[in-house]
């Protein structure tokens, strides 16, 4: 028989055909031995004892096997012949003549860069699907009876095929112990019944009944004995047997002890001798009738030792939870109290080395002059202010309203030295910026509509290395289109300019890439740290990188008569951001495998893309891609480092219960859990920096979404969402970004679309939260304020004060889009105040409203909006025209803030938020705890209240601090002598507090020159 699938949606239908040759009247092949088939290509590696079947290895009387159809393959190049490579297609089968009778017969599916579920049949009759995660291999083992000369398999969905083996159906009975030594040096011996005919036995042992199993080695000969000397005493094991390729028999449970003694007594005192980058040492009491200790580190067994004590070598430098069992002749103890180790190395964030930003805006008042406070500036800086060259003030804050108008200037003065002056700075002409652009020619689709372009989305990032940041557009045809739509749509086109209009590159994605607002989700960050930022999207075969080179097949047209794109390859491609040329392209992750998955069968929902900058090692910015959110989702990770892009992980709802159907239209990142490595916020679940699940709140989907530190007297950060589901219990809600805790919630019972928050009425300490749908308007604590709420577009911080302002749009339903608007807040009159409206420009993305961008691109804390104009000629951007009293710094130096930006762009746009609370009666921002470049390494002394700095420059006192288990310590550092500086000796312990031992700390600080300097020091508390 040949066995032919066919999916609709997500169910699988088998019909039987008969195959063209005619069945060979003996087996070539004898599977009384065991028959083994390695799948994959023609070339691979092919394991030892296996016979190749290629992807090409079509059935044939002559050689009695292969299968009904050429398909694909995927070679991934790890080290295991047999799960390295595999064959891959949607719907295939594979034959194998055999005399009749009944087999075992097993199937290897699995994939090292993703997940996998590849449905079976085996004989015309379904055996369900193999699943296995990213990186791992599922088995089937069952049997089957042949009566027609021939075994059928047939493969299905993601159709992953690594290995099949076939054999007799034997397996060993009667499993059981005979004999354990409960020692320090233990071991089981097993015994079975005979099999008929085996020649030899294979053991396999698991940690669970679960499995996975493990192979422990193969019986003497026929020997029906064997003797694991691995076991480990006060364990249990799961053992089974079985003949070479043959099913597993009955599993037999083991617990290594002797039932007749008495376990031993839980050891006591256990105590942190040190915590250190290189180790954790541990130590404890010796128990009563201990023979060794089992050690757990965060729950996972990690080392087995006789002595009252451990040193845990190199583990993670996060904090970690220990315990720890005795083991004796009568099984395991119970468990030790609890000892939490602190985090011994907290990664240093490398982010833009910026400029001064100076920007000179025309006021009714005069000239307002802003510049950056930086990130990496000492707390006692000041400035000085130059006009043509002549001193006019000389100040604590970053702006100052000029009488008069010229060339500006701006110097930090630090210590009374003053350093450097900024590039300078003339008036701009109008109240605002006009960035030209380059607009694209239109053209025609296949049915012969035609279209032209408009500016959309931007993002901004420092492309060429000079501290300034450019601004990267995308351009949308008119025919664009959202995922319901069908329809032809022109290519997606990103340019890249400097702020006078200079056109840096443009790449056009091309036809093979459908244009709207969630096909393109774009990232511009500098993500291998060489001070120069990339540009990175997905792309098809036909994109046209700056420098006219064509990814993929520039002639294929995968489009179908309705314009959607269902089949083709797809690409992720890294391009340099000073010239737009491809630099790396490989297959695009998650990849679309089959539509149905994802929700729907017409590739809307499988086409639904968001992409994140993060910071997954707290080091430098990963990239995230992902794919789906109202069914499966599924998101990829890659570092891009020294011109090579790598896999951190790959994630799958399909493995996580709870995790389906929770994306929204927009994610964020963020610190959720203090480690220093960033979360991924995706709708009503987030992903640890691992890529593993960190909570879901199960409020499935979502439009909108707002991560921050939105109540500044709830610890950590908080997440504000909206959800779509009826029948949820919330329509809104804010829960704690760490644990998924609901801290309030508002039930609607309808789509609530729209949620905002912003600090906009200083009444009520934190950010208020509002939302569509009469879910009303309330404070950070979920107290309603009022039934009648703001705009719920966005939110920009614009004037002098510390409140934010609503920033929206003036909608035309016959344009499609409407005229920007910024507005206060009047919380006693319920209405808002117009502060500016941007004639003469228009918003994105029809009714959502969005600007281009917004984000603290020039001058002080306060943001710019970048909108386009009516005829897309020039990106329009606004500054402030008020002055502050309050001295920030740039937000673009802030951790959250700054990866806000880089996925500004994705879904439904939402404006960004800081890693702190920003707002009225806010605390002091805590201090920036990053690098613009490499770190220079110190070597450092601390003795008491006297810290040896021994590095290669001058070091800035001011800015020197310690992070002690991952809490930011200012030293109060004052100079003594050359290289040696009087600090707060209290000041780490008082951080460490509850701990004990020698723990390391690491001290960082800068130079005068700008550079960052970073060293460790051990405390013994």
Known sequence: MRLILTAAMTALTVMAQPLSATPAAAAPLDPANGLRFDFGSTTSPLADGYTRVAHTTLYSAATGFGLDRAVGYRDRGTADPLTRDFTVSGQYGFAVDVPDGEYEVSVVSGDAIAPNVTTLSVEGAGRGAITAATGAYGTYTGTAAVTDGRLDLAFGRDGRVNAVRIGPATAPTGLRVAGITASATPAVTLAWNAAAGAASYEVYRAETAAGPWRRLGSSAGAATTYTDTTAELGLTYTYAVSVPGGTLGAPLVVEVKDPSAAAPAAPQGLAMV???????????????GALLYHVYRDGARVGVTREPGYEDERPPADRHAYRVVAAGAGGLSASSATLTSPITRFPLRRMERLDRGLVAVPTSEGTLVSWRLLGTDPAQVRFRLYRDGELIAETDKTNHVDAGKGAYTVAAIVDGREGPKSAAARPWAQPYLDIPLDKPDGGVTPSGGTYDYRANDASAADLDGDGALEIVVKWDPSNSKD?????????????AYELDGTRLWRIDLGRNVRAGAHYSPFLVADFDGDGRAEFVVRTGDGTVDAAGTVIGDANADHRTSSGRIVSGPEYLTVFDGLTGKALHTEDFQPARGNIADWGDSSANRSDRFLAAVAYLDGELPSIVMTRGYYAKSMLAAYDWRDGKLTKRWIFDSTDNAGYGGQGNHNLSVADVDGDGRDEIAYGAMTLDDDGTGLYTTRLEHGDAMHLGDLDPAHPGLEIVGVHEHTNMPYGLEMHDADTGEILWGVRTGQDTGRGLTGDIDPAHPGEEVWASNGAGLHTATGRTLSSKTPAISNTIWWDGDLSREILDHTYSADLAAGVPTIGKWDPAALTTVNLLTATGTYSNNTTKGNPSLQADLLGDWREELLVRTEDSTALRMYATPYPTEHRLPALMHDPVYRVGIAWQNVGYNQ???????????MAAPPAAYLTTGAPVAARLTLHGDRLAVHVGGDVLPGTIRAVADGKLVDLAARPLTTGELAVDGQAI???????????SVTITGHLVDGRTFSGTVKVRL
């Open 274 to 288: 040190a915590a250190t980058t290189e180790k954790v040492i541990l130590r404890w009491k010796d128990a009563e």
């Open 483 to 495: 995922n319901s739509q069908g329809g032809y749509t022109g290519a997606a086109i990103f340019d």
């Open 989 to 999: 312990p008082e951080a460490l507090a509850g701990y004990s031992g020698t723990v």
């Open 911 to 921: 404006p960004p938020h800081t890693g702190y609370f920003l707002g009225t009666g």
